[in-house]
């Protein structure tokens, strides 16, 4: 079965320092994507990022980045110059499964 | 605006009865997912249907059903209700099939959910 595993049910940052959230995943497939989604109090779910897996570079949104590593399966989200507004649950995304999510704190 | 619409916002209703929510894809998609989120706790994964054909069924339960019609809108069904069936109620969308025997790259687009009260 294809499964997401996020090992940090929450998370804390500074406000403008950096976190960075863990993910993981199970797949037999070589060519496929990745989603981190957040999802503010508000309970709207937003697309932040996407990562291509035959693509090697690492994928960018602004102060959004990802460390994917394939062969580990691995693919965790980096928040650099945290702030107040990223206080949210994370969630990571395979397919149509997404992982049991990462609240984050962002203190000021 | 993910261009997935979703009816009714919100729902009270007591236990045992039946409700219906609806769900309008975004243009020019075919899939349709439904999500279950309870308070404080993850997205799970109920049903996928694409261009009317059920894709993939996660963690649905044998008193929910859905459907999509030819027009590509889904309506999910929850009858006998409980008080554990409160919940927000994704719908989402994309592009194509994925997942089990397609392409798993296309991104989902999220509609703003239906809250569903039991009492």
């Known amino acids: 079965a294809q499964t997401v595993t996020q090992s940090q049910p929450e998370m804390s940052v500074q406000e403008a320092e950096t976190v960075t959230l863990s993910c993981t995943y199970d797949?037999?497939?070589?060519?496929?994507?990745l989603f981190w989604y957040k999802q503010p109090p508000s309970r709207q779910m937003i697309l932040v990022i996407r990562?291509?897996?035959?693509?090697?570079q690492n994928a960018t949104e602004n102060r959004f980045s990802v460390n994917f590593q394939k062969a580990a399966k691995s693919f965790s989200l980096k928040i650099s110059d945290s702030q107040l507004g990223d206080a949210a649950m994370y969630f990571c995304?395979?397919?149509?499964?997404f992982g049991a999510g990462t609240r984050l704190t962002v203190k000021p | 605006d993910s261009g997935v619409t979703q009816t009714p916002k919100h729902l009270i209703t007591a236990t045992g009865q039946r409700v219906t929510l609806r769900c309008s894809p975004r243009?020019?998609?075919?899939?349709v997912y439904w999500y279950q989120q309870s308070l404080d706790q993850g997205l799970q994964f109920l049903i996928q249907?694409?261009?009317?054909?059920?894709?993939a069924k996660g963690n649905i339960l044998e008193r929910f059903s859905a459907q999509q019609f030819p027009d590509l809108h889904s309506e999910l069904n929850l009858s006998s209700l409980e008080l554990g069936d409160s919940a927000l109620y994704f719908c989402?969308?994309?592009?194509?099939?994925?997942?089990?025997?397609?392409?798993?790259?296309?991104?989902?687009?999220f509609g703003e959910g239906s809250w569903l009260t039991v009492v």
């Open positions: 990562q291509e897996a035959y693509k090697q």
């Open positions: 797949t037999s497939e070589s060519d496929y994507y």
């Open positions: 243009s020019g998609d075919l899939s």
């Open positions: 989402a969308s994309s592009e194509a099939q994925s997942g089990v025997t397609g392409y798993s790259g296309n991104t989902i687009y």
């Open positions: 995304a395979y397919d149509m499964r």
């Open positions: 249907y694409y261009n009317g054909e059920e894709r």
